[in-house]
């Protein structure tokens, strides 16, 4: 690449901005300039300062992906602030834990997206006391007492203060942030019943995607598409490892297959990154997708069984289809497919870990290292690893083993070449289309329910979103309750996607020695399923 290899978004910023007017971003149909990223990265910095953000107060952005967006990141990196990405899908409930336990001081946002959801009601759900302030410039709110202004991109609605009535700050710049600093805390569900804060540094993030740039030679002439949601920690990564590159993120506000064959066809991508079946096979299964232009694709990436990465391979078969381990703990990427593995390595395995990372698989309960070839925990320590859970650090030492290595609570296995595999889940925690959900968040939540003595969640197999949520309830004495009621009980109060597709009653549990043996409930319900016919697809 020839040039300095920075180590805060701030400073790769204001370095790929010597490309001009060379197009950096494509979302949907905008297309704008390194230039033009830099320019509106210090309006946002600005702007920030003159709402009176700091370095190192968190900003939260609750927004769909809209170059916005970005330039709200940006711009809170340029003054050290921490931006909090805050998924679009959650509820109250959710916004709510997320809002108070970051305090953050500010939240970027819009009146709404229209036809899927409005951000006023929902926020004066969240926020009790926000539907009585007068002055949006001046918030006071028990619930949230850090939380000072709500700043929207538009003006429709009251509560919000518009970003045109906030002075922008004239001064000088603060400090430029260092390679240390936070940049981001990210929210991701797990064991907790609440979504736990991941705190990632600047030099966390960057060394992934500097490793990213080196595994795949990623220059000037390459268009990276991803249409991942950016308040996901894949949605973000990619858009600094592009900027990294000097090459052009190409992304969508939100996934349509549609939207997406048009976008592929105007702007050929050539790293074509869905990542997801929930993505990747409405794409490929399109009846336009194959009389497009595939000559400038040299890379795709997607993560499920060997038959669908054989299929999805087959669609496109000079361009090597690779997988990825990752999660937000390790600010995107652990382990890669590297184009040149042979096939059937990359549609088996992860691939081998990237530079500065190492991975070991471990004996759940001893956490004594396994041999090669023998499945167990994996554990990774690296450059990217998170600082820790923000307001947790009882939960962060328990995630960790004394030489460092974080407990990532999935099996896995190393071959004789070192490359990994993934093999399931040994948390308690679902993966529904990508999304992560805790088995006990949905618990905690179905425990409100007035009827509900006992609830156990468990993921079920689906063909459109790998799995989903299904509950098993124990209800109070005297009580009742039917699976639809106990469904839209949930509806509007949890994002959907936690939500249940099924719902089975029951009066005994299967029970080891002293637990709940959750892998029989799971069994039990997927026998049903496939007697009716197999696993039900969620709608």
Same mark, same amino acid.
């Given at each position: 690449?020839g040039?300095?290899?920075?180590?805060?978004l701030?400073?790769?910023?204001r370095?790929?901005?010597?490309?001009g007017?060379r197009?950096?971003?494509l979302?949907d149909?905008?297309?704008?300039s390194?230039?033009h990223?830099l320019?509106a990265?210090e309006?946002?910095?600005?702007?920030m300062?003159?709402?009176?953000?700091?370095?190192?107060?968190?900003?939260g952005v609750?927004?769909?992906?809209?170059?916005e967006?970005?330039e709200?990141?940006?711009?809170?990196?340029?003054?050290?602030?921490?931006?909090v990405?805050?998924?679009?899908?959650?509820?109250?409930?959710e916004?709510?834990?997320?809002?108070v336990?970051?305090?953050?001081?500010?939240?970027?946002t819009r009146?709404?997206i229209?036809?899927v959801?409005?951000?006023?009601p929902?926020?004066?759900e969240?926020?009790?006391?926000?539907?009585?302030v007068r %002055?949006?410039?001046?918030?006071s709110?028990?619930?949230a007492?850090?939380?000072?202004?709500?700043?929207?991109?538009?003006?429709?609605?009251?509560?919000?203060l518009?970003?045109?009535?906030?002075p922008?700050y004239?001064?000088?710049f603060?400090t430029?942030?260092?390679?240390?600093?936070t940049?981001?805390?990210?929210?991701?569900?797990?064991?907790?019943?609440?979504?736990k804060?991941?705190?990632?540094a600047?030099?966390?993030i960057l060394s992934?995607?500097?490793?990213?740039?080196?595994r795949?030679s990623?220059?000037?002439? %390459?268009?990276?598409w991803?249409?991942?949601p950016?308040?996901?920690?894949?949605?973000?990564?990619?858009?600094?490892?592009?900027?990294?590159?000097r090459?052009?993120?190409?992304g969508?506000?939100? *996934? %349509?297959a549609?939207?997406?064959i048009?976008?592929?066809?105007?702007?050929?991508?050539t790293?074509?990154?869905?990542?997801?079946?929930?993505?990747?096979?409405p794409?490929?299964?399109?009846?336009?997708?194959?009389?497009?232009?595939?000559?400038?694709?040299?890379?795709? *990436?997607?993560?499920?069984?060997?038959?669908?990465?054989?299929?999805v391979?087959?669609?496109?078969?000079?361009?090597?289809?690779?997988?990825a *381990?990752?999660?937000?703990e390790?600010?995107?990427?652990?382990?890669?497919?590297?184009? %040149?593995d042979?096939?059937?390595?990359?549609f088996?395995t992860?691939?081998?870990?990237?530079?500065?990372w190492?991975v070991?698989?471990?004996?759940?309960?001893?956490?004594a290292?396994?041999?090669?070839?023998q499945?167990?925990?994996?554990?990774v320590r690296g450059?990217?690893?998170l600082?820790?859970?923000?307001?947790?650090p009882d939960?962060?030492?328990k995630?960790h083993?004394?030489d460092?290595?974080f407990?990532?609570?999935d099996?896995?296995?190393?071959?004789a070449?070192?490359r990994l595999?993934?093999?399931?889940?040994?948390?308690?925690?679902?993966?529904?289309?990508g999304?992560?959900?805790?088995?006990l968040?949905v618990?905690?939540?179905?425990a409100t329910?007035?009827?509900?003595?006992l609830?156990?969640?468990?993921?079920v197999?689906?063909?459109?979103?790998?799995e989903?949520?299904?509950?098993?309830?124990?209800?109070?004495?005297?009580?009742s309750?039917?699976?639809?009621e106990?469904?839209d009980?949930?509806?509007?109060?949890?994002?959907?996607?936690k939500?249940p597709?099924?719902?089975?009653?029951?009066t005994e549990?299967p029970m080891?020695?002293?637990?709940?043996?959750k892998?029989?409930l799971?069994?039990?319900?997927?026998?049903?399923?496939?007697?009716?016919?197999?696993?039900?697809?969620?709608?």
């Amino acid at each position: 690449m020839g040039q300095q290899r920075e180590m805060t978004l701030a400073a790769v910023l204001r370095s790929s901005a010597v490309q001009g007017d060379r197009p950096a971003m494509l979302l949907d149909q905008q297309e704008v300039s390194f230039r033009h990223l830099l320019d509106a990265a210090e309006r946002r910095a600005r702007q920030m300062m003159g709402a009176g953000v700091r370095s190192g107060d968190r900003v939260g952005v609750l927004l769909p992906n809209c170059i916005e967006y970005v330039e709200i990141m940006l711009g809170a990196a340029l003054i050290g602030a921490v931006t909090v990405p805050m998924n679009v899908r959650y509820k109250a409930r959710e916004l709510n834990h997320l809002i108070v336990d970051s305090g953050m001081c500010a939240l970027y946002t819009r009146s709404a997206i229209p036809g899927v959801v409005e951000f006023g009601p929902l926020l004066e759900e969240a926020l009790p006391g926000l539907s009585e302030v007068r %002055d949006p410039a001046k918030l006071s709110l028990p619930a949230a007492p850090a939380l000072r202004v709500i700043i929207a991109l538009d003006d429709a609605f009251a509560r919000f203060l518009p970003e045109g009535r906030i002075p922008l700050y004239q001064g000088e710049f603060p400090t430029p942030p260092t390679p240390e600093q936070t940049l981001l805390l990210m929210y991701t569900s797990g064991t907790t019943a609440n979504p736990k804060g991941c705190i990632i540094a600047n030099r966390a993030i960057l060394s992934n995607a500097w490793s990213i740039v080196d595994r795949f030679s990623l220059g000037e002439d %390459d268009v990276w598409w991803c249409p991942l949601p950016m308040f996901h920690i894949g949605g973000i990564l990619f858009v600094m490892t592009m900027l990294a590159a000097r090459g052009i993120y190409a992304g969508m506000s939100h *996934f %349509d297959a549609d939207a997406a064959i048009d976008m592929l066809e105007r702007h050929p991508p050539t790293v074509f990154y869905p990542l997801f079946p929930t993505i990747t096979l409405p794409i490929v299964d399109h009846p336009r997708f194959a009389s497009l232009d595939h000559s400038k694709m040299r890379l795709m *990436f997607n993560l499920a069984p060997t038959e669908v990465q054989r299929k999805v391979q087959s669609r496109v078969p000079h361009a090597p289809l690779c997988a990825a *381990f990752g999660m937000t703990e390790t600010a995107g990427t652990v382990a890669y497919g590297k184009p %040149d593995d042979p096939p059937e390595a990359r549609f088996q395995t992860c691939g081998h870990p990237l530079p500065g990372w190492e991975v070991r698989i471990l004996d759940p309960e001893t956490h004594a290292q396994l041999p090669v070839g023998q499945r167990g925990e994996i554990a990774v320590r690296g450059v990217g690893l998170l600082d820790g859970y923000f307001n947790a650090p009882d939960l962060t030492k328990k995630q960790h083993t004394p030489d460092g290595f974080f407990l990532t609570g999935d099996t896995g296995s190393l071959d004789a070449d070192g490359r990994l595999s993934f093999h399931g889940r040994f948390k308690d925690q679902l993966k529904v289309g990508g999304e992560n959900v805790s088995a006990l968040e949905v618990e905690s939540f179905l425990a409100t329910h007035p009827s509900i003595s006992l609830a156990q969640v468990v993921g079920v197999a689906d063909e459109k979103y790998g799995e989903v949520p299904a509950a098993f309830v124990e209800l109070k004495a005297g009580a009742s309750a039917t699976e639809r009621e106990i469904i839209d009980f949930c509806t509007n109060k949890i994002a959907r996607f936690k939500i249940p597709r099924h719902v089975r009653f029951v009066t005994e549990w299967p029970m080891s020695a002293t637990k709940i043996v959750k892998y029989r409930l799971r069994e039990r319900l997927e026998t049903e399923l496939s007697g009716a016919g197999g696993a039900q697809r969620a709608g």
